[in-house]
């Protein structure tokens, strides 16, 4: 297929997102009107300059730029624009759902209230729906270098807001950080009614992968690349119909793959795994969702079969009602013509 075909064939697809942290969604030029806004100066002179620095070696060197620029993020405005940006380009490339995570301690540990990120959020998000046509959930992420302790107290700042939430997540630096270190709050967390994912598999072994599984009792594993290393975790992702969110241009950025063409999701569709497609922080990674497929599908010669059963695998992977499943997923077909 010619790339200009590819291009048009991809936009038009309609999609869901299940990998997106808001904060890693914050571009360079509105990053610098909020730090204006706001009154703080940033280590860099210009958006060309700030740019310029996202070149990353591994998790760790991005993670220390992406907490630096969240730390513009102060008043509830700022959250409801860093949200509203994402959702009005993401409206662009024809997704019509996402579940979206956001870091609280990233600004409760900055003094930064929870109701103030949370309702800058949420209002975002209504708005979307309202005028956009876009449904959402929204995933309340733990910071697994931080301690299970801390991971509590942020459990409990989101019990009053708890009717805005729909599940928890784990992420941050994977290295060092086992899903294990977060069993209790995990089990906690799912007693107040939230769904339960986990980062796993990314930069660290099979074995997290495992972990989130059968001590977190996660319902999906966010990236899970290493999950072609262990036989017997293939197998018990097909029996379990556990969905893996991976998120291509992600891994390339931070050399969990040295190359597009090394990106295993056609060999986990072709092994039958529920895999997906997702954008993770586009606004440091180049690309939001549209990019993610279209450089994804050029590396590894994805047809159209492949392109339509990831984009119906995401509405299969979503927290949407069977109904609303079914609706997105007719959609999808009817699009590639089936």
Request: with cysteine; glycine share 6%.
């Amino acid at each position: 297929m010619e790339s200009s075909d590819l291009l048009k064939l991809i936009r038009g697809i309609p999609k869901a997102e299940l990998h997106l942290h808001l904060e890693g969604s914050f571009e360079p030029e509105l990053m610098f009107e909020i730090a204006h806004r706001n009154n703080i100066r940033l280590d860099y002179n210009s958006i060309e300059s700030l740019k310029k620095a996202y070149k990353f070696n591994n998790l760790q060197e991005f993670l220390d730029i992406y907490y630096t620029g969240a730390q513009v993020l102060i008043h509830e405005r700022d959250f409801f624009d860093l949200t509203w940006a994402y959702l009005s380009k993401v409206h662009s490339q024809n997704v019509v759902h996402v579940e979206v995570f956001f870091d609280p301690q990233t600004h409760t540990d900055r003094g930064i209230a929870f109701e103030v990120v949370i309702t800058g959020i949420y209002k975002a998000l209504q708005k979307a729906k309202e005028e956009l046509n876009i449904s959402s959930k929204l995933i309340m992420s733990y910071l697994r270098h931080l301690s299970q302790e801390e991971a509590f107290k942020t459990l409990e700042s989101s019990i009053p807001h708890k009717e805005w939430i729909d599940g928890v997540g784990l992420d941050s630096s994977e290295m060092g950080n086992p899903p294990s270190k977060f069993t209790e709050v995990f089990k906690a967390s799912a007693s107040h009614g939230y769904k339960l994912v986990a980062h796993a598999g990314e930069e660290g072994p099979a074995d997290y992968i495992w972990e989130a599984l059968d001590l977190l009792n996660v319902v999906r594993i966010d990236h899970g690349n290493r999950c072609l290393d262990d036989p017997a975790l293939i197998q018990r992702l097909l029996d379990g119909n556990i969905a893996l969110t991976l998120c291509p241009l992600s891994n390339l950025e931070l050399k969990v793959i040295q190359k597009m063409e090394d990106h295993p999701v056609a060999k986990m569709l072709d092994k039958g795994i529920l895999a997906t497609i997702h954008s993770d922080d586009p606004a440091y990674f180049g690309g939001y969702m549209n990019e993610n497929y279209y450089e994804t599908a050029k590396a590894l010669n994805l047809d159209e079969t492949q392109l339509m059963q990831l984009a119906i695998n995401a509405f299969e992977a979503s927290w949407l009602s069977p109904e609303d499943k079914e609706k997105h997923i007719s959609l999808v077909k009817a699009y590639f013509g089936h």
